[in-house]
């Protein structure tokens, strides 16, 4: 059972920073995909930030040039840098990770627990 584990959790003002981490279990195969995504009340979930094992990024528009996502393969650990922080990206900010468990196991994703963000004065 692959277990990733979200730390960091937020009360900023606006325009403050904060970092989240999320650990994958050790002992995994291969960590594929790994990304941020986040849910605001009664809003769907948002695709904010993803990263490939190789290091390339994508961001949503709503939080490109602010957020910044990194991940280090070797502890199959991913980072999410969230810089001048809006009342709008108050959320529960969740860590996903496209996973091998062992050499030819199917490709899955998994899920960290939530952790909140929220940006208020």
């Known amino acids: 059972q692959v277990q990733l584990v979200v730390s960091g959790v937020g009360f900023v003002q606006p325009g403050g920073s904060l970092i989240l981490s999320c650990a994958a279990s050790v002992g995994i195969f291969r960590v594929y995909v790994m990304s941020w995504v986040r849910q605001a009340p009664g809003n769907q979930r948002e695709l904010g930030a993803v990263?490939?094992?190789?290091?390339?990024?994508t961001y949503a528009d709503s939080v490109k040039g602010r957020f910044t996502i990194s991940r280090d393969n070797a502890k199959n650990t991913v980072h999410l840098h969230l810089n001048n922080l809006t009342l709008e990206d108050t959320a529960v900010y969740y860590c996903?990770?496209?996973?091998?468990?062992?050499?030819?196991?199917?490709?899955?994703?998994?899920w960290g627990q939530g952790t909140q963000v929220t940006v208020s004065s």
């Open positions: 996903s990770a496209n996973v091998a468990r062992y050499w030819g196991d199917n490709r899955i994703d998994y």
């Open positions: 990263i490939t094992s190789g290091g390339a990024t």
